[in-house]
């Protein structure tokens, strides 16, 4: 049976949980030749006897211990045909059985499927022009796509081929899936018929005075009554019409002049619906557009409902009617039972989008709407709605609610077991609640306190006021980027009713809930504080709201929040060694009383993290086992390899070490090796320290070693 030697490369998720990839290396003990220092070296085959660095480098592409192969029908997976043009509509991938390709080859390797794939494709590679555009589907994953010409020179219209690879945890790619739609080998009719002239056609428009901005030739693949296509050559004619910006594409056979196809720019334009609200209270004087998804608007007479992302198409009414009745909130007039619906105008002006307005108590209902869609969405980046049922949720709000006092509130009850909002109206003191966002914030807050934590059940999560009050107030304050709870709440003045950036301390003695629960809101956004200066607004900000959110799962009272952190921050699964944030987490939660101040700092800089660093075993033998790895880094001249977190490394001179030198390249990666053996015990961990000529470390990364 062959041998296995593998790393587990410890991974850390921006959403605070491990993720560990096994990286399996056939062959341990072999002894390969080396590669002269500089020599450029890329994968593929090699004459006999040649064993270059990037053959020797499996780690850079094999995660499983299948045979790896560059035939790439052997990897197929799956495919679907087309029922009409009886084509392969798609392919997929085994992606862990395939020869790793570098970016820069993406496109190169992408046309080559039409060479090592032509069985399935049935397309030259001379009948495809890669597109300008390289599409990042996500973060690994990349889609390279062609255009189908015929004979070389002619687009074939709506004709592609898409290749898309995954990346693999070492930046290499592999074949993921293709999606075909280049039709195949085509025979095409009128090849020599004369294209079509704009007097041809005139007659057949719905406009006057039409003008010619643009013309080419195309293959057009008419869809017949059978269920099979028939290859046109045609002209395709972008065209002007008297009307200003209005512009139409009208698609005719050549010599027939009939004409194919016909749209124009603006008969379908969709985009999205905006509502002028206010960006945080009413007592702005300039009003912000925010997206108003999922909702019916009427216009002419006509309902039609914006999607997901606001988009509906407008065309050119300047009036309608909006029901504001979502997926996720109903927004009702106090007592009503029914949405309320309001009349609105209309302004398409704007490019981007339409602007859509109403009356003051309009814009009231249309804020509240708008807010609650910021807070779902927010919660949404970081716990999906399989973790609550409150996130699937429409959720129903009543505003205008008549009060003597300034309030609002979230209710559960048996009947309504996931809860309502009530946002009360203006008197003397205070201001409408819809209109300041900071207190739906806090209320929809409570709802989603409400079915999540051990135990929970819709309408009956956590239990402690105090947690429960707190997690609102951090809630409006991550999604504000403020301290500051219910700026406007006032009419008087805009101090807020509470603040986050306070020094109150565990235990609470006052003993109200709202008071109290700043100490756990305190903590929080000093927390997010300490991640901004480690990591800067974004990065940092995300981090913090990933931490509180998905503790919210399984903490019942804030007394429970410091632990439960830094549970989710562990990046190796070992709770003797500190998270990658542990002193960021302990500061913040100490300052308030939660946790006892250890006055340390996170090490090394979070910046000098290299995820592209990357290790394998090049030898085991009794003594411990001599490694290679790689990075992008440019400035690397050497790599200390360390048996410990790195965290102990920089505090343990006496830990086991070896030095890895540079060897050569391995495409845009600097490869180094040691001939001295590391002992290495089972389950062991080794960081990877990337240093530049002056001895100064600028990269690291840990890994789990276990030997099979």
Not at 557 to 576: F, I
Request: glycine share 6%.
């Amino acid at each position: 049976m062959a041998k296995f030697c593998y790393m587990i490369a410890q991974v850390r998720s921006i959403a605070g949980f491990l993720l560990i990839t096994f990286l399996f290396f056939p062959g341990c003990g072999q002894s390969p030749s080396k590669q002269k220092i500089g020599e450029k070296l890329k994968m593929g085959r090699h004459a006999a006897g040649s064993v270059p660095l990037s053959d020797r480098f499996t780690s850079l592409g094999l995660t499983s211990n299948s045979e790896v192969t560059d035939d790439l029908s052997s990897s197929i997976v799956e495919a679907k045909t087309n029922p009409t043009s009886q084509e392969i509509q798609w392919i997929s991938f085994n992606t862990e059985t395939q020869l790793p390709v570098y970016e820069k080859d993406l496109v190169s390797h992408a046309l080559s499927l039409t060479e090592s794939l032509n069985k399935y494709l049935h397309v030259a590679r001379t009948d495809l022009n890669p597109l300008a555009q390289e599409i990042n589907l996500s973060q690994d994953l990349k889609s390279i796509s062609f255009q189908r010409v015929f004979e070389g020179l002619i687009p074939v219209r709506d004709g592609y081929l898409e290749a898309i690879y995954q990346k693999n945890k070492n930046g290499l790619y592999t074949l993921r899936q293709i999606n075909n739609n280049t039709h195949g080998a085509i025979s095409v009719s009128g090849r020599s018929a004369p294209s079509v002239s704009l007097d041809a056609i005139e007659s057949q428009l719905p406009f006057e005075q039409p003008s010619i901005i643009d013309s080419r030739q195309v293959v057009y693949p008419e869809l017949l009554e059978p269920g099979s296509y028939q290859y046109v050559m045609a002209t395709e004619l972008t065209l002007a019409s008297s009307v200003k910006d209005r512009y139409y594409t009208i698609t005719a056979e050549n010599g027939t002049s009939r004409i194919l196809e016909a749209y124009g720019n603006q008969l379908h334009a969709a985009k999205p619906m905006m509502a002028k609200v206010f960006n945080r209270n009413y007592k702005e004087t300039t009003l912000t557009p925010k997206p108003i998804p999922e909702l019916e608007i009427t216009l002419g007479g006509q309902k039609m409902n914006t999607n997901i992302d606001a988009i509906a198409d407008s065309g050119t009414a300047t009036s309608g009617s909006v029901l504001l009745l979502g997926s996720r909130f109903t927004v009702v007039n106090n007592t009503a039972t029914t949405p309320i619906a309001l009349n609105v105008t209309l302004d398409s002006s704007n490019p981007e989008y339409t602007i859509l307005d109403s009356d003051a108590a309009g814009r009231a209902a249309l804020n509240v709407y708008t807010t609650l869609i910021e807070a779902h969405r927010y919660a949404m980046q970081f716990i999906p709605k399989e973790k609550s049922p409150f996130l699937s949720y429409n959720l129903p709000v009543f505003i205008n609610v008549p009060s003597e006092v300034c309030n609002a509130y979230f209710l559960a009850t048996p009947q309504i077991p996931l809860g309502y909002m009530a946002l009360g109206l203006a008197n003397t003191q205070c201001g409408d609640m819809a209109q300041v966002n900071d207190v739906p914030y806090h209320e929809w807050g409570h709802g989603l306190d409400s079915s999540v934590g051990i135990g929970a059940t819709p309408g009956t999560g956590i239990t402690d006021g105090t947690f429960s009050e707190g997690i609102g107030d951090i809630i409006s304050n991550y999604i504000t980027n403020s301290p500051e709870m219910a700026v406007g709440f006032y009419l008087a003045n805009n101090n807020p009713i509470r603040n986050a950036e306070n020094n109150l301390k565990y235990p609470a003695l006052s003993r109200e809930v709202h008071t109290d629960g700043q100490i756990i809101a305190g903590a929080f956004w000093t927390l997010r504080k300490n991640l901004i200066a480690n990591y800067g607004k974004t990065r940092g900000a995300y981090i913090a709201g990933n931490l509180f959110f998905n503790h919210l799962l399984n903490t019942n009272s804030y007394l429970q929040s410091y632990q439960n952190v830094l549970v989710l921050d562990d990046d190796d699964g070992n709770p003797t060694t500190r998270s990658p944030n542990y002193c960021a987490i302990n500061a913040a939660f100490a300052k308030h009383g939660l946790a006892t101040a250890e006055n340390c700092t996170d090490s090394p800089d979070p910046s000098k993290r290299d995820d592209t660093l990357v290790i394998a075993t090049q030898k085991q033998e009794a003594d411990g086992v001599t490694l290679m790895a790689a990075t992008t880094l440019v400035d690397a001249e050497s790599i200390i390899a360390c048996v410990g977190t790195r965290d102990r490394c920089n505090k343990e001179p006496n830990l086991p070490r070896s030095t890895l030198m540079p060897e050569g390249m391995i495409g845009d990666k600097i490869a180094f090796s040691t001939t001295t053996p590391l002992r290495v015990g089972a389950q062991d961990i080794i960081t990877l320290f990337v240093k530049n000529k002056g001895g100064d470390i600028i990269g690291s990364r840990m890994f789990k070693y276990v030997s099979k």
